[in-house]
């Protein structure tokens, strides 16, 4: 016991020295100090993820606007509470009877259970859904179809957006909504066809016969210096229209046609048009009509499609910063509780989960579970309690949370932050940015992290890439060797 208390004395007299020797405090006081931050409201947190201390810091018990950095939050509540294995699973149904001809007399059911995945092109081992279920279909036996095919999507109340999220937001393909069935990411590709009256055209690829695009685009006319470039979008869920309005800046002349991603708001009309489309390239008839149910209809499961394990889901959605997957991720834990998976009773398990590991949820504002709301905020200290909690808990989780955050200089949102420096690939941060914010939270070093840090910039004038300049300069000073 003697010799344990001699090498813990011995290890934390070593910590003390070797924050002693780097002046930290100081390095966060002049990136305070820099003119980029002049008149920002800035937090920033370096903690011991062994002991929870703070070796540095300013404002950590701010609340700030955190953007996307909640993600850190959401992803690290997602692995304590469903853990790393946790599944979401799309079962199909042929709900009918099926004659000796292979006839249907009913419909093929979809029930949805959430998974974000289906058909992403982000895991392109997820676009296999309707090619699978179109074999188990003639796995069945089943030749014909007279139900047509339809979905359950109860699994997730209908609100696809937060309350909070702006109007603005919902409509761009960073906003898309989250459903009980999700398909190909919820996003659509519109292409811009250039007219000779300066005005343009729009269509969906692929096509969607049964969404009402609206478009009123027009190219800036020569000479005008009034009406500046500024393309405005409304996405309406209830009756699958979309519009988009008004001027493109002037293009190169032959070049003036143009293809852009939005939110689609009708996945799953998508999802059952791709189904179809499969189905009868198959040579599987569908006739769409109203067919009753009785006590001895039968119900064949078809399909039990499972989305990629919960660490996969989250490495991708922390690299691309995901907002639709966050939102899922959220939604899933009252939904596996076996309440209703909507944003609040999601919020509710969060805090209660925190709190239960000693964190002082009064610095948690959670409005979402992606950051994209403009009125959610933490602190730094808090993003990086969490940071410190789901590491030290890699054991019994089975999974390294520190590995599941891009690296910064080298993969997704952080690619371009410190590539030339001597710490490209030795942070892994989750960042996070939208007007007036800049946030950072991670780990250093990458590997076997031994502090967890978190920088959160509001409300600044200068430029963007001059606060992330003095960012860069602040993690280099406090790391770099």
């Keep these: 016991m003697f010799r344990r208390f001699l090498i813990s004395l011995i290890a934390t007299a070593v910590a003390i020295a070797a924050v002693a020797g780097v002046p930290r405090q100081g390095v966060v006081n002049r990136f305070v100090d820099s003119k980029a931050l002049a008149h920002a409201t800035v937090g920033v947190c370096v903690m011991d993820i062994e002991t929870g201390e703070v070796l540095a810091g300013v404002n950590v018990d701010k609340g700030i606007i955190s953007a996307s950095t909640m993600k850190v939050v959401t992803s690290a509540s997602a692995l304590e509470l469903l853990g790393k294995d946790f599944l979401f699973h799309t079962r199909a149904y042929a709900v009918g009877d099926i004659d000796v001809d292979g006839r249907l007399t009913g419909k093929i059911l979809v029930v949805g259970g959430g998974d974000p995945t289906l058909g992403s092109r982000f895991f392109k081992d997820r676009t296999a859904f309707v090619d699978t279920l179109v074999m188990q279909v003639k796995l069945a036996g089943i030749t014909s179809i007279d139900g047509g095919i339809e ?33 190909a990411d919820n996003q659509m590709k519109v292409k811009f066809d250039f007219n000779r009256d300066g005005t343009y055209s729009a269509s969906t690829v692929p096509a969607m016969p049964w969404l009402d ?74 006739v769409e009509r109203a067919v009753k149910s009785t006590q001895t209809t039968d119900t064949l499961q078809l399909l039990d499609y499972t989305s990629p394990e919960l660490s996969d889901i ?168």
């Excluded at 002349?253 to 189905?279: C, H, M, V």
């Design 151 to 183: 979905f359950d999507e109860t699994a997730i109340p209908y609100q696809p957006v937060p309350g909070y999220w702006m109007v603005e937001d919902i409509a761009e393909n960073y906003g898309a909504g989250y459903h009980a069935v999700n398909f």
């Design 314 to 481: 989250l490495k991708s959605m922390m690299r691309r910063s995901d907002n639709m997957f966050a939102e899922a991720m959220l939604r899933a834990l009252p939904a596996d509780s076996g309440l209703p998976a909507i944003t609040s009773n999601g919020v509710r398990m969060v805090n209660k989960l925190w709190k239960s590991k000693g964190l002082d949820i009064e610095e948690l504002s959670m409005k979402d579970g992606s950051g994209l709301a403009r009125n959610g905020w933490t602190t730094p200290r808090f993003l990086c309690g969490v940071l410190c909690s789901v590491y030290s808990d890699r054991d019994r989780l089975g999974v390294d949370y520190s590995q599941l955050l891009p690296l910064a200089g080298r993969e997704g949102t952080v690619k371009s932050l410190l590539r030339k420096t001597s710490l490209r690939g030795k942070v892994s941060l989750k960042s996070g940015s939208m007007g007036g914010v800049q946030c950072y939270a991670g780990y250093y070093p990458a590997s076997k992290p031994r502090y967890a840090v978190a920088v959160m910039v509001n409300n600044f004038t200068a430029k963007r890439s001059s606060v992330v300049a003095q960012v860069q300069a602040l993690l280099v000073n406090l790391f770099g060797k």
């Design 213 to 286: 695009l609206r478009c009123r685009l027009r190219q800036q006319l020569p000479g005008d210096t009034m009406n500046r470039p500024g393309v405005t979008s409304r996405i309406y869920y209830g009756d699958k229209s979309f519009e988009i309005a008004g001027i493109v800046g002037r293009r190169k002349r032959g070049r003036e046609d143009f293809a852009a991603w939005y939110a689609n708001p009708a996945p799953t009309q998508l999802l059952k048009d791709s189904i179809e489309r499969a189905l009868r390239s198959n040579g599987i008839a569908i």
